[in-house]
C-alpha cells in the first residue's frame, strides 16, 4: 500500500449516498452530498473513507469524475477482489455515507500542459474519470482545436459513461468529424471494437492517430494519461521517445500522468 492510500485526514466529514449506477457487477458510479465548501478543479482527486469490521477507518484516493459546478460529488469505482476498501464500497446503498477528507488532491489538472491543439485524454479502466469531470466542465478545454479521449477496457461492458461521451462527441460539431473523438478499445472481446490492442501499441503502429483522424505530435498535441502504471510506464517511455516533456513545477509540458497504483 502506498504512502498517500495510508494517510489519515486530518479534518473529514461522513456524507450520504445520493444514488448508484451499476455498469456491471463490479464497475460502478457513485454520487454523494457534496461537503460545504468542498472545492476541486477537474483532475483532483478525493479521499473516501469507510471504517471497516470495527477497526480505524480504511482510506483511499478516488478521482472524482463530476463537474465543479455540480451540487453532488461522483466517483467510479472497480470491485477489486478482497479490495480492503473497494470490497465495502460495493456494498454501500444509497442512504449510507461514506468519509471523505475536506479537501482534494493532485496534480493531474490540464492546465499544467503548455498550449496546443490537440489534447489526447487516454485512460484504462477506472482512468477515464478526471476526462469525464473536465468535459461536463464548460469552457475547460476551449483552448484546443481537437479532442480526443481513448478508453481501454477488458469487456465492452466495462465502457462506462459511453452514452455520455458520444452525446459529447454528437455535441462537439460536424456532422463528418466533430471537435471530439471518443475511441472505446476493448482488449479481451475479439471484434467488439474498431480498434483492439493495447494504446502503447496501436499508437507505434500509427492505428490510433489514424482511426481518431487527429495529429499526434509534440509540437502540437498534449497527451494526459490515466490507470494502469503500466501502461502509464510504457506511455512515458514511448511518448519520450516521441519528443514529449513532462510537466514541471516550473515549467508547462506535452504530457501529464496520473497512476492509480
Ligand atoms: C490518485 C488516485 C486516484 C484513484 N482513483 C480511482 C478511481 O477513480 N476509481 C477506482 O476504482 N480506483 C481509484 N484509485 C485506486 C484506489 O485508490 C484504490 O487503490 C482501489 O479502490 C483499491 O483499493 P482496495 O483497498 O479495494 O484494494 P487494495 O487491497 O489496496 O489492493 C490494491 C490493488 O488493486 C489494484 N487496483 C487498485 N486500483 C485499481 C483500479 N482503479 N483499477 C484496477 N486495479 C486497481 C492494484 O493491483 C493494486 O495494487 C485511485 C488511486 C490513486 C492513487
Ligand atoms: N469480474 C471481475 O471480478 C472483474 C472484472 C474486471 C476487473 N476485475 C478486477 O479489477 C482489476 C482490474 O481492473 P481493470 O480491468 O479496470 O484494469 P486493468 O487490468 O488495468 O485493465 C484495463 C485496461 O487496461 C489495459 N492494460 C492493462 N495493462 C496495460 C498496459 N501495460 N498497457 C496498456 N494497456 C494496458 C487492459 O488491457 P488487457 O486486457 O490487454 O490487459 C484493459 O484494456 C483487477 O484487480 C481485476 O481482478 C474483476
Redesign the pocket.
Known sequence: ??S??DARPKRSAAQRVTSIRRWTDTLWTLRIERPDGFRFQPGH?AKLGLPVDDADA?W??????SAPEDGELE??????P????????ARLREGDRVMIELAA??F?VETQLAPGDTLWMMA????L?PYVSLLRTPGALERYRDLVVVHSVREAAELAYADELRAHVAASGAAEQGRLRYVPIVTREPGATGLSGRIPQLLADGSLPRHAGATFDPASARVMVC??PAFSKEMRQLLTERGFVPCRRSAAGSMLF????
Open positions: 500500500m502506498s498517500l492510500q482527486y480504511v483511499r484516493p478516488y478521482s472524482i469524475v466517483f467510479l469505482f472497480i470491485l477489486i478482497d479490495g480492503a476498501l473497494s470490497s465495502h464500497m488532491f493532485g493531474f484504462t479502466g477506472t482512468g474519470g490507470g494502469n496520473e497512476n492509480y497504483w
